[in-house]
């Protein structure tokens, strides 16, 4: 029987918040979840497939005229450069491996499918890794394999500068206002 690093990784980090949740529990301790206020305002989008084999279609979009904002929705994508508040990002697709699982890839070298948005000053960002330099502690949901541990937006920048990770990213408005990485080992 195969069993994946990513499954097995996912569940002990899954295992080890679900015993961090029943020693506050004993405890005593409440245990409160807080959402940015902001989080209301924004609408419901139907997420992609995280681990879809396409990359998303964004009807209506012309990218003969130059980088620009992505329409309103969630884009299965990451962020391939950031200057000043901008970040430019792209869709990713996941391509089945031969030796391994798979991983994501961008568009083919010359395929013009980027876009451009400024990132919110109240950006959600989840990430997988924790919000330390050190990305060394796995913060993913087991379910689905996404990132759950809410970081703060200069955390968000610096990793966009030095690392493309997979992520949803949520345009709204023209705005980048919510990152959830996609755990990949």
């Known amino acids: 029987m195969k069993t994946s690093t990513r499954y097995l990784l996912a569940g002990g980090a899954a ?32 997420a992609p497939k995280i681990f879809g084999t396409t990359f998303q279609a964004d009807p209506g979009h012309d990218f003969t005229k130059g980088v620009h904002s992505r329409r309103d929705g969630i884009l299965r994508g990451w962020i391939t450069h950031v200057s000043g508040d901008k970040a430019e990002y792209e869709p990713i697709k996941w391509k089945k491996g031969t030796h391994t699982e798979g991983h994501f890839v961008g568009p083919p ?70 990152v959830q990485e996609i755990y990949t080992p």
């Open 15 to 46: 295992a080890a918040m679900a015993l961090s949740f029943v020693s506050t529990a004993h405890a005593g301790a409440q245990v409160t979840i807080t959402v940015p206020a902001t989080a209301g305002a924004i609408p419901k989008f139907k």
């Open 109 to 178: 070298e010359g395929d013009v499918m980027a876009y451009a948005s400024p990132i919110a000053k109240n950006v959600t960002y989840l990430s997988a890794f924790g919000c330390k330099a050190s990305m060394q502690n796995m913060t993913v949901n087991r379910r689905t394999g996404l990132g759950n541990k809410s970081c703060s937006r200069p955390v968000l920048v610096k990793r966009a500068k030095q690392y493309e990770r997979p992520a949803l990213i949520t345009v709204y408005k023209g705005k980048i206002v919510r």
